[in-house]
């Protein structure tokens, strides 16, 4: 079945609307909106510009925007962050690296459960909380992790992460990547989950943590098009293929999308997750170099160095509950090989 067919198939099922885009050597192939933005009667349709909550996808971008700090020198990647956050020194914490926090092998926790967080600062906690693994011994996903790179980046900047990722998107020319879109119409926005706490969660951030922290993290927040993912992702695509180094610097964009902790699900670059079987979720025909994130909505992108193609597949995923995606996530990318690769 084409990648069209098989986005088509999960309406109503496994998510109400979905956006896929596919590009080649840096221009898209094929871009198209799906289903509605909830089930209701009176939501509208989904289009190509309508803005999803990206979740886990956040993290790139974030990381990104630290790997642009390096570039700056305002950053180096193996230095112990305890110049900027001191209360470090003398605990196991010392030795975290920003190397460390991109690759999630800091030994920070990978979550917590947000009725713990309810009457906590959240971002105290994220540095102060015990570690669960000695910093460089393991990889441990970690929202936590990013949570701290969030903060890093405020301090070192001297701005709220939100006013560095304007900055950063515009820099990008992403025409709709931002934190809490609290100046639109909630209508507008896919809705994500029912919960018990806030309700059908539309239009704000779906992740609890960042809700805490009022829709800004580092681990997820922003809300965005299509397009502007499948941009991020040809930021360090291009330069593998002499059409990038203006975002991050060559050397650094390279370094991102290799291993710098090993795991048997999913090894991490910096910021970026690498493929490491066929049973993730970029599927079987994509190539061992391949880079990509998924994000908890139901949001997903994937890029293959080698056959210089990406695949970013938007969903509301979480409107029918918090099933896998694995599978079509998987059948997306393997289709749009047979396609477009």
Avoid at 158 to 165: I, K
Avoid at 311 to 318: F, Q, S, Y
Wanted: hydrophobic share 45%.
């Amino acid at each position: 079945m084409a990648c069209d067919g098989i986005v088509r198939a999960g309406l109503g099922e496994r998510y109400t609307g979905a956006v896929l885009r596919v590009e080649r050597a840096g221009a898209a192939v094929f871009e198209r909106a799906y289903g509605r933005l909830a089930a209701a009667p009176d939501d509208g349709d989904v289009e190509i510009t309508t803005r999803f909550d990206l979740a886990s996808l956040t993290k790139v971008f974030v990381s990104t925007l630290a790997l642009i700090a390096v570039d700056e020198r305002r950053l180096a990647l193996d230095e112990p962050l305890v110049a900027w956050f001191p209360d470090w020194r003398g605990t196991a914490h010392e030795p975290i690296s920003l190397r460390m926090l991109l690759a999630h092998i800091s030994g920070m926790q990978s979550g917590a459960d947000y009725r713990v967080l309810t009457f906590e600062n959240v971002e105290r906690f994220a540095r102060e909380c015990p570690l669960v693994a000695r910093p460089g011994e393991r990889v441990i996903y970690s929202d936590i992790g990013f949570i701290v790179l969030g903060e890093l980046l405020a301090r070192c900047y001297e701005r709220s992460l939100g006013r560095l990722a304007n900055g950063f998107a515009a820099h990008l020319g992403l025409e709709a990547t931002a934190y809490r879109p609290r100046n639109d119409d909630p209508a507008t926005f896919p809705a994500t989950e029912e919960d018990n706490w806030r309700g059908r969660v539309r239009g704000s951030v779906h992740d609890e943590k960042a809700h805490l922290m009022n829709g800004v993290a580092g681990h997820a927040g922003l809300f965005g098009t299509a397009r502007d993912v499948a941009k991020l992702a040809e930021a360090y695509l291009g330069v593998l293929h002499g059409r990038g180094g203006d975002v991050v610097s060559p050397a650094l964009a390279l370094e991102a999308i290799v291993e710098h902790g090993a795991d048997p699900v999913l090894r991490r670059g910096l910021g970026w997750a690498l493929k490491t079987s066929d049973e993730n979720s970029c599927g079987a025909l994509m190539t061992q170099a391949t880079f990509g994130h998924t994000g908890f909505t139901g949001t997903v992108v994937w890029a293959d160095p080698i056959r210089d193609l990406s695949v970013v597949l938007l969903t509301n995923a979480v409107y029918y509950g918090r099933r896998d995606l694995r599978d079509l996530r998987a059948a997306v990318c393997d289709a749009a090989v047979r396609e477009f690769g």
